[in-house]
């Protein structure tokens, strides 16, 4: 089995930014008007917070300040009841953005898809996007009803031959205010996020009939998406009532890690494993077996970098096709090393 871990550079061929730009590019498309809404100026709240930071190069450490508000910080600068506001207007807007990116070509994960994953393979991907899923259900690798991990619990569509698993969440996932109950894998029935609204589904290539079991009677369950964000990431949500869906993120790492742990390959691709990241960078580093075979993608210098850390932890078999891009991967003998780099 292999298992590829995605990160920011993965997607930025289908046109989603890496994670210093993301700030910036969300400005820009909601001053083309996108995103009006009658309750909430988001293009405002932005640049307000863009005001306030100079720029929005560092939208996780941003992110961060509005919601633990360290002293001396911008943010402290903001009264209490708006710093939610700003916060929210980047969680909110940011799904809108990326649906509206989603019609761009994603022709490396379409090769992905295509020649290379297999059956029972695993994707641990730290995006927010859904193009990789899209083109592997393209490729007629993955399907919806139990390709994240959790059974949407519809009969109408089989089951999934590849797991994508979105451990910083995902764009077309809700946190709704009411929860819900589920089976998920094998555990016991916890709450987990929902798949809502027509488009979640059409884009995928599904009928926009289509429904999620726990908001199939809902005509608007409320909530927040369900993306984890910032330098400090939480894995739940704090609200009046105490942490939520605390259970299911907890659930979506394990699986993560009996993946990694299992695989004979792990293959890397755009992810750079930055320090802030600490639970991702144990899960990868920490998880895998020292004989698995390490592919690092990551371009020339991240690689060889990420390639040391593996050395350093006594990985053996570690890997960088070429110059270290994802296109390397694609051309290098169908993903296997028929050119690579030294350790």
């Given at each position: 089995?292999?298992?590829?871990?995605?990160?920011?550079?993965?997607?930025?061929?289908?046109?989603?930014?890496?994670?210093?730009?993301?700030?910036?590019?969300?400005?820009?498309?909601?001053?083309?008007?996108?995103?009006?809404?009658?309750?909430?100026?988001?293009?405002?709240?932005?640049?307000?917070?863009?005001?306030?930071?100079?720029?929005?190069?560092?939208?996780?450490?941003?992110?961060?300040?509005?919601?633990?508000?360290?002293?001396?910080?911008?943010?402290?600068?903001?009264?209490?009841?708006?710093?939610?506001?700003?916060?929210?207007?980047?969680?909110?807007?940011?799904?809108?953005?990326?649906?509206?990116?989603?019609?761009?070509?994603?022709?490396?994960?379409?090769?992905?898809?295509?020649?290379i994953?297999?059956?029972?393979?695993?994707?641990?991907?730290?995006?927010?996007?859904?193009?990789?899923?899209?083109?592997?259900?393209?490729?007629?690798?993955?399907?919806?009803?139990?390709?994240?991990?959790?059974?949407?619990g519809?009969?109408e569509?089989?089951?999934?031959?590849?797991?994508?698993?979105?451990?910083?969440?995902?764009?077309?996932?809700?946190?709704?205010?009411?929860?819900?109950?589920?089976?998920?894998?094998?555990?016991?029935?916890?709450?987990?996020?929902?798949?809502?609204?027509?488009?979640?589904?059409?884009?995928?290539?599904?009928?926009?009939?289509?429904?999620?079991?726990?908001?199939?009677?809902?005509?608007?369950?409320?909530?927040?998406?369900?993306?984890?964000?910032?330098?400090?990431?939480?894995?739940?949500?704090?609200t009046?009532?105490?942490?939520?869906?605390?259970?299911?993120?907890?659930?979506?790492?394990?699986e993560?890690?009996?993946a990694?742990?299992?695989?004979?390959?792990?293959?890397?691709?755009?992810?750079?494993?930055?320090?802030?990241?600490?639970?991702?960078?144990?899960?990868?580093?920490?998880?895998a077996?020292?004989?698995?075979?390490?592919?690092?993608?990551?371009?020339?210098?991240?690689?060889?970098?990420?390639?040391?850390?593996?050395?350093?932890?006594?990985?053996?078999?570690?890997r960088?096709?070429?110059?270290?891009?994802?296109?390397d991967?694609?051309?290098?003998?169908?993903?296997?090393?028929?050119?690579?780099?030294?350790?």
């Amino acid at each position: 089995m292999t298992t590829y871990v995605l990160g920011a550079g993965a997607s930025r061929h289908a046109g989603y930014p890496l994670a210093a730009e993301l700030g910036s590019a969300l400005l820009d498309w909601l001053r083309l008007g996108n995103l009006r809404h009658t309750f909430t100026d988001y293009c405002a709240n932005v640049e307000q917070v863009r005001e306030l930071y100079g720029n929005l190069d560092n939208l996780e450490r941003i992110l961060t300040d509005l919601n633990e508000c360290p002293p001396g910080s911008p943010a402290a600068a903001v009264e209490p009841a708006i710093r939610p506001l700003l916060r929210d207007s980047f969680r909110i807007s940011i799904p809108e953005y990326f649906h509206d990116r989603l019609q761009q070509s994603a022709s490396l994960y379409e090769r992905l898809a295509r020649e290379i994953v297999k059956e029972h393979d695993v994707v641990v991907t730290f995006n927010y996007d859904v193009a990789c899923e899209r083109e592997l259900k393209r490729a007629g690798l993955w399907e919806i009803s139990d390709g994240y991990g959790f059974s949407l619990g519809s009969s109408e569509i089989p089951p999934s031959k590849v797991r994508t698993l979105k451990l910083h969440g995902s764009v077309n996932w809700l946190e709704p205010i009411l929860g819900g109950m589920s089976g998920v894998g094998h555990v016991s029935e916890v709450a987990r996020p929902v798949v809502y609204g027509w488009r979640q589904f059409e884009s995928l290539g599904y009928s926009r009939e289509l429904r999620d079991s726990l908001c199939r009677t809902m005509s608007n369950p409320g909530g927040q998406p369900a993306l984890i964000m910032g330098f400090h990431k939480r894995f739940y949500s704090q609200t009046s009532f105490g942490r939520r869906f605390e259970e299911f993120w907890e659930w979506l790492w394990s699986e993560a890690e009996q993946a990694i742990a299992g695989s004979d390959k792990i293959v890397i691709i755009g992810y750079s494993m930055p320090i802030a990241d600490e639970r991702a960078r144990e899960l990868v580093l920490g998880k895998a077996n020292r004989d698995t075979q390490i592919t690092v993608c990551c371009g020339n210098k991240t690689s060889g970098r990420i390639r040391a850390e593996f050395g350093a932890r006594g990985f053996r078999r570690v890997r960088t096709p070429g110059s270290g891009y994802f296109e390397d991967y694609l051309d290098s003998d169908r993903g296997d090393f028929a050119r690579v780099a030294a350790p």
